[in-house]
């Protein structure tokens, strides 16, 4: 299955397009994770949004963000055991 950039997904597509669960795509809604526009009671996912979520360069960032956390905790509890 192809994303497309400028096509709108609903809840359920998005789903099956990330091969996640309900519960996994309404969590990534609700921690911002995945921008979205609510219709009514349902959520619309537009395309580039899901593109975004799957970029190499997304994930870099997120690596990134992850060794510098980690690097800061250990330096606080290096700092600690001094």
């Known amino acids: 299955m192809e994303i497309k950039e400028y096509e709108v997904y609903t809840h359920q597509e998005t789903q099956a397009l990330l091969k996640v669960s309900s ?3 309404t969590r990534m809604i609700k921690k911002g994770l995945m921008r ?23 994930e870099d960032k997120a690596g990134k963000l992850y060794n510098k956390a980690r690097k800061w905790m250990h330096k606080g509890i290096d700092d600690k055991s001094r």
């Open 36 to 58: 979205t526009a609510k219709v009514g009671k349902q959520y619309r996912i537009l395309g580039k949004e899901l593109l975004r979520l799957v970029s190499p360069k997304l």
């Open 23 to 25: 519960s996994t795509v």
